[in-house]
């Protein structure tokens, strides 16, 4: 039964990571054809949390049982994640921004250890070494190396948020009142988006954008027919896959696993974009798939049984009796 929970949170965590990965592809043409990124990253979690509005009326009893885990849910692994990244988009190369983001695993198994005080498999631990080693080829980070130091900052609270993702997803599952996941996600939605909006703007979105076409390689594909896909799947399915996934895996075993995003990115973007992929990036997409295998073939340490001792030799009874 084990072994297939663990099949099953590892099939979700992959089908998470290439809905996150689509996101891009999908909302880089909406920004070249004139649409703010910030306002972009409003209308992504602000349609989400309307699509999700009646999953979060019917868990509207975890705003009183779990006010805290809503509200850091929505402010770290909705908004933070979301507003740090693109803040250090503004300083610092986009490659070196996305590893820098990536780092959330490495950090969140540091959290595990250090500050959880729980054992990290050594294989989780080599799995996310593997993985942001091949992350630094998949953005080819060398193309980037004049750095702002407070991008880079912003960059690492990206991945703190990131790793923070996953410590929320798995908040209070072994309890008997666990949360439900849909509901948690629902709420982190709404909550996101109130956020968002203080950020973002939204008043000043150029709506005429999304009446018209973007331009996806070769062809011309309707507006909203992307957002509807970046809504849809890169953020609500991506993320109701995520949370599952956390849920039947680790937190640290997601994370490693997590970290395909980037890889399903540059591959959707070479593919739909037309942007080429260098020997590197090949290379760094193999060695994250190799540290994502690493990490989940990971497994805890058995306890061990303890044996009721013997009774002494004067306290048997005879074999007779």
Same mark, same amino acid.
Do not use: N, W
């Given at each position: 039964m084990q072994a297939s929970g663990k099949n099953a949170g590892l099939g979700l965590a992959l089908v998470s990571a290439c809905a996150f990965g689509g996101s891009g592809v999908a909302a880089k043409p909406l920004i070249e054809a004139g649409l703010d990124p910030l306002h972009m990253v409003w209308l992504r979690v602000a349609g989400a949390a309307l699509v999700l509005s009646p999953l979060a009326w019917r868990h509207r009893s975890l705003v009183r049982r779990?006010?805290?885990?809503?509200? !850091?849910?929505?402010?770290?692994?909705?908004?933070?994640?979301?507003?740090?990244?693109?803040? +250090?988009? +503004? /300083?610092?190369?986009?490659?070196?921004?996305?590893?820098?983001?990536?780092?959330g695993p490495a950090l969140l198994l540091g959290y595990i250890r250090f500050v959880q005080r729980k054992p990290v498999t050594r294989a989780a631990a080599a799995g996310a070494a593997v993985a942001v080693a091949g992350l630094a080829c998949v953005v080819e980070i060398w193309a980037g190396l004049r750095l702002d130091v407070f991008g880079v900052l912003l960059g690492l609270a990206a991945a703190c948020c990131q790793a923070f993702y996953f410590v929320f997803a798995d908040q209070g599952a072994d309890?008997?009142?666990?949360?439900?996941?849909?509901?948690?996600?629902?709420? !982190?939605?709404?909550? !996101?988006?109130?956020?968002?909006?203080?950020?973002? /703007?939204p008043w000043q979105i150029d709506w005429q954008v999304l009446g018209g076409d973007a331009a996806m390689g070769d062809f011309r594909v309707p507006a909203l027919a992307l957002l509807g896909w970046v809504v849809l799947v890169a953020t609500v399915f991506a993320y109701l896959t995520g949370v599952v996934s956390v849920?039947?895996? +680790?937190?640290?075993?997601?994370?490693?696993v997590a970290c395909l995003e980037a890889v399903v990115a540059t591959v959707l973007a070479w593919v739909l974009l037309g942007e080429q992929l260098s020997g590197p990036q090949v290379l760094g997409g193999a060695l994250v798939l190799g540290g994502a295998f690493i990490a989940q073939s990971s497994r805890p340490a058995p306890v061990p049984v303890q044996e009721a001792p013997?009774?002494?030799?004067?306290? /048997?009874?005879?074999?007779?009796?």
């Open positions: 779990k006010p805290l885990l809503l509200a !850091g849910f929505g402010l770290v692994a909705v908004a933070g994640v979301q507003a740090f990244y693109f803040a +250090s988009l +503004s /300083r610092i190369p986009v490659g070196v921004a996305l590893l820098l983001e990536y780092l309890a008997e009142d666990a949360p439900d996941p849909l509901g948690v996600i629902a709420h !982190g939605m709404i909550v !996101g988006a109130l956020v968002m909006t203080v950020i973002a /703007r849920r039947k895996l +680790s937190p640290q075993v997601a994370g490693v013997l009774p002494a030799a004067q306290d /048997r009874e005879p074999a007779g009796a």
